[in-house]
């Protein structure tokens, strides 16, 4: 078993930042690819970010590309994610997950949730 607690949501004006942890607990975390989701009211849950055991491999989606990055501390059993120049279509609950079979982009792929976290980025 894997528990994960995100942390560090908030509200923030469009433009803004926000950094987003995840800190796990239980099985051994530097095993598992991390990836981050989230979900929007009325819309299904869509991936955000992933990063591989190592920190070595980074993806995201297309939507926050060069305004979201992805780093993990494995020694603190902790993943961030930094999102900059926020705009108002980020606002979501924002969800990390734990993976231990090498998906990346599906939510089928990963083992593991947090309860999510609640960012709203105002106009």
């Known amino acids: 078993q894997v528990q994960l607690v995100e942390s560090g949501g908030g509200l923030v004006q469009a433009g803004g930042s926000l950094r987003l942890s995840c800190a796990a607990s239980g099985r051994t975390f530097s095993n598992y690819g991390m990836g981050w989701f989230r979900q929007a009211p009325g819309k299904e849950r869509e991936f955000v970010a992933a990063?591989?055991?190592?920190?070595?491999?980074?993806y995201f989606a297309d939507s926050v590309k060069g305004r979201f990055t992805i780093s993990r501390d494995n020694a603190k059993n902790t993943v961030y994610l930094q999102m900059s120049s926020l705009k108002p279509e980020d606002t979501a609950v924002y969800f990390c997950?734990?993976?231990?079979?090498?998906?990346?982009?599906?939510?089928?792929?990963?083992?593991?949730w947090g309860q999510g976290t609640q960012v709203t980025v105002s106009s």
């Open positions: 990063i591989s055991w190592s920190g070595g491999s980074t």
């Open positions: 997950a734990a993976d231990l079979r090498g998906g990346i982009y599906s939510t089928q792929d990963y083992d593991y």
